[in-house]
């Protein structure tokens, strides 16, 4: 065998910066006699050796030190994981390593094997990974495994990983990554049990599936439980549980099946095969003198541990919420179903009717007390709804990374975002809207007759089919975008610079149904409605994700419509009212008819700076360069002094805004990440976007000559207005 | 290496040393940059990767002589006795699209955790061809390294 690959009886303890935690447990398991799985582990040399030959660590560096991660937003540490793990995946092993790792794992040619993390710092005592990296269970074929040990190294960057190592202060420096490559062994039976119950800290806990253990590692299969006395090894109780469904092999990788009815009535474990696995545990509890979590399955009678760690104090303390949320970043396509069908059928419509609620309220039938009542009202409803966004409907953005990864380890594009094309087309309210916009640019670019009516501000054209698709463009944008305008007047001004730019017109989009055929295709007959499902899910979850800010901002509108009401009652009682005054002035205001709202403390602006700023730094977005001056948008109003050709610098895109991008040449924003939506519309609209750059939108200034990088993500002030 | 300084030890320091500072004839004043680089075989060129949007960039297009310095310095008193500090005067352009695929491999064999910024589309291969070198060693002591008679 190779000098980087060993049997995981040859991993000792004293070389566990080489093997990793798993292999150097597993080693001590098969010395000290217990029953494991054939198994070798690829040490962290091949991983080093890897990443010096390619230069990938080269790239990894630059990758993490774009920008600070102190400053980076979760989503941002999610692309960046998604970016370095495709770097894994398009960058081919040397040859002398892949020959090298192929020989030495030509034992399991024919047979499916388990692989594994055993990441350097992994599993020791004060710090737990459990779940933050990669296993990938039935893998067969010695290319798909090496593929395998690619995606197994890439996890040591997952967001989870990076994060929690952030949280728990592990240089990143020092990470590396052995892979324990291991029969597959396929139990009738499976489970944990915890040498220690990290509940009271005594007794045994044993949890056990039908099937195989990945659904009750991950949450997905309830277990029986038993609690062994720590001193008599009895059992002191068994709590049962509805047994439905239990995870199996399929033809590759594992899957989901309902439980066979005569399994349903029966535990999985008799009191004799409780006793076994007691034993096993007891055994290698005193082997490493330490309790021991364990992990095994039961084949024909005969148990076999698969892995072993420490109970570390994480499993103990109350750090376990930390670690769970971490993995908590890994999607599971089961709960994303779950949570989709949840946001689709039950929270997005009671959203809707809680809009539709407060619309039938007439506010200028209310006292005013009862207003002030009413606007306490709506913001706690607001404030409801805030923490379900929260909650719900920002997991739910997990369905778009999902199908992301899948997309990414199935076609292996050069573009880690690639994937975003095929989300495209999907039915979307912002989408519709921008459509129906470009729609009458096209009537009013194909009419000099309507355009000249419309330049001359006419108040009604003779044209019918304008004025039809007009109102209706009204009834599509919520209203209040222009309850402070001049409706009419501000969208034909808009509506006249669309007409000098012909970007909408001419673009050619690469047919959705194309890319989506050349993915679908990729996968053999038999795997392609999972395929095809895994991607209605993340059609869905960006559809859900965008229609949902609509409705967040509209509710939120319903709240700023009662304090208006507010604030205008207010004047006309003859007292003063800044624009800016707070909610909670207007509410006492209503309330005490002599009391006059006070206006906020402005703040501070701080010395104005000597240093210039010539060059910022953010995220590529979207890719291209182009020059143009800049427009901040801070208020909605200020989308119609939007002018072709300027490059939109916002604090953050919502859906209500995008309507203004066909006729950017750049967009810069302040919130980071791929999947924001000035980066997915600038990516769909061609232009380039640069995202996550700190106070964007206050460093740049109206008519500032910037050039947006969107490939390496710089935005360069060209000159300062 | 003072008195007798052959190209081989010359690549091999080039070789050696991941940083260089380049500069650039901007409109009032010089204009200096830190850049990654690697020199072709026969040390008649050095090349870079650049971004279209840069100053750098701007000021090749207008003038293309610029200078490049390559040292060793460990940024102590050492550096007085031990240092080697080198020299290339040339001039700058974008390297055509017949000539990249060759160039780009050369660039990657030195900088390959720089692959991502030179297959960026709005980055550019920049090559410098050099006209002399002028080598300092020891502090003061200066010999001028003509490429074209050395390697004629």
């Given at each position: 065998m190779s000098n980087l690959v060993k049997p995981v009886e040859e991993s000792g303890e004293e070389r566990e910066d080489l093997y990793g935690g798993k292999a150097t447990s597993l080693g001590k398991l098969v010395r000290g006699g217990l029953n494991i799985p054939p198994a070798v582990v690829v040490s962290s040399k091949a991983y080093d050796n890897f990443l010096a030959e390619t230069g990938l660590g080269g790239r990894i560096k630059v990758e993490l030190n774009r920008k600070s991660f102190d400053d980076m937003r979760w989503e941002e540490i999610w692309d960046t994981s998604l970016r370095i793990r495709n770097m894994f995946i398009t960058t081919e092993l040397p040859d002398d390593l892949f020959g090298e790792l192929k020989d030495s794992i030509k034992d399991f040619q024919d047979k499916p094997v388990v692989v594994r993390s055993s990441a350097t710092?992994?599993?020791?005592m004060d710090v737990s990974f459990a779940g933050l990296h990669e296993s990938f269970v039935n893998v067969r074929g010695i290319e798909s495994i090496i593929e395998k040990i690619k995606l197994v190294w890439s996890s040591l960057w997952s967001d989870g990983a990076l994060m929690y190592r952030k949280k728990m202060s592990i240089?990143?420096?020092?990470s590396s990554m052995a892979v324990v490559v291991q029969e597959f062994i396929e139990g009738e039976k499976s489970g944990v049990i915890f040498g220690k119950g990290p509940e009271d800290g005594n007794d045994r806990i044993l949890e056990s599936v039908y099937g195989l253990n990945e659904g009750l590692v991950d949450g997905e299969v309830d277990p029986d439980r038993w609690i062994i006395d720590e001193n008599t090894d009895k059992i002191i109780e068994h709590i049962p549980i509805s047994r439905e469904v239990a995870i199996f092999s399929g033809s590759d990788g594992t899957e989901k099946r309902d439980l066979p009815e005569d399994k349903r009535?029966?535990?999985?474990?008799d009191d004799f095969e409780v006793d076994k696995v007691v034993s096993v545990s007891k055994k290698a509890d005193s082997l490493f003198g330490t309790p021991q979590d364990l992990e095994w399955t039961i084949k024909e009678g005969k148990i076999y541990v698969l892995q072993s760690r420490p109970i570390s104090t994480i499993d103990r303390g109350n750090q376990d919420g930390e670690l769970s949320y971490y993995q908590s970043l890994k999607p599971k396509f089961e709960k994303m179903k779950v949570l989709r069908k949840k946001v689709e059928d039950n929270l997005l419509p009671s959203l809707v009717e809680e809009i539709e609620n407060l619309d039938k309220m007439n506010l200028e039938d209310f006292s005013n007390s009862e207003l002030a009542e009413e606007v306490g009202r709506r913001r706690d409803i607001y404030n409801k709804w805030h923490d379900i966004y929260y909650d719900e409907f920002i997991p739910l953005a997990h369905g778009v990374r999902l199908f992301g990864q899948f997309y990414n380890d199935v076609m292996?594009?050069?573009?880690?975002?690639?994937?975003?094309n095929l989300l495209r087309g999907a039915d979307f309210i912002s989408k519709k809207r921008n459509d129906k916009l470009l729609e009458l640019t096209e009537m009013i670019r194909d009419s000099g007759d309507l355009k000249k009516q419309l330049k001359n501000g006419k108040k009604k054209t003779d044209n019918p089919d304008f004025e039809k698709n007009f109102a209706e463009i009204i009834d599509m944008y919520d209203e209040s975008l222009f309850s402070s305008y001049e409706t009419r007047d501000s969208l034909i001004e808009l509506l006249l610079e669309f007409v000098k730019n012909p970007t909408g017109k001419n673009r050619k989009y690469r047919s959705i149904e194309q890319i989506e055929d050349e993915f679908i295709e990729e996968f053999d007959e038999d795997k392609r409605d999972f395929a095809k499902e895994i991607l209605e899910l993340g059609r869905a979850s960006y559809r859900l994700r965008d229609n949902d800010n609509i409705y967040m901002g509209k509710l939120e509108n319903r709240v700023t419509y009662a304090i208006e009401e507010g604030k205008d009652r207010i004047r006309e009682s003859g007292r003063t009212v800044s624009t800016d005054v707070s909610e909670v002035e207007v509410i006492s205001a209503l309330k005490d008819s002599s009391y006059t709202p006070k206006k906020p403390d402005k703040e501070k602006k701080s010395d104005e700076s000597h240093q210039k700023i010539k060059q910022l730094r953010g995220q590529p977005a979207s890719g291209g360069v182009s020059t143009g001056k800049v427009r901040v948008i801070k208020e909605k109003s200020d989308l119609f002094d939007f002018k072709e050709g300027e490059i939109l610098v916002v604090d953050s895109i919502n859906p209500t805004m995008t309507f203004v991008v066909p006729i950017a040449s750049g967009i810069v924003e302040r919130r980071g990440g791929m999947l924001v939506h000035g980066a997915i519309i600038a990516r769909e609209y061609g232009i380039p976007c640069v995202t996550g750059i700190a106070n964007a939108a206050d460093i740049l200034k109206n008519g500032d000559g910037v050039t947006v990088d969107g490939y390496l993500g710089i935005v360069k002030v060209v000159e300062a207005n | 290496m003072s008195s007798d300084v052959s190209l081989s030890d010359l690549k091999r320091f080039f070789d050696s040393q991941s940083f260089a500072v380049l500069s650039t004839k901007s409109k009032d004043y010089p204009h200096s940059n830190f850049i990654s680089f690697v020199s072709s075989p026969d040390l008649k060129s050095i090349f870079f990767v650049t971004n279209r949007i840069s100053e750098k960039y701007k000021n090749i297009e207008r003038d293309s002589k610029v200078s490049i310095l390559i040292d060793n310095r460990s940024n102590s008193l050492d550096d007085f006795e031990k240092a080697l500090v080198v020299t290339a005067l040339g001039k700058a352009r974008k390297v055509t699209d017949s000539e990249k695929e060759e160039i780009s491999d050369l660039y990657l064999s030195k900088n390959p955790h720089l692959e991502d910024f030179l297959k960026c589309p709005s980055c550019e291969l920049m090559e410098i061809r050099v006209d002399k070198y002028i080598v300092v060693d020891r502090f003061q002591f200066v010999i001028e390294v003509n490429i074209d008679e050395q390697s004629g």
């Open positions: 710092e992994e599993d020791r240089g990143l420096e020092k009535e029966v535990p999985p474990l292996k594009p050069q573009d880690p975002y690639e994937f975003v | -």
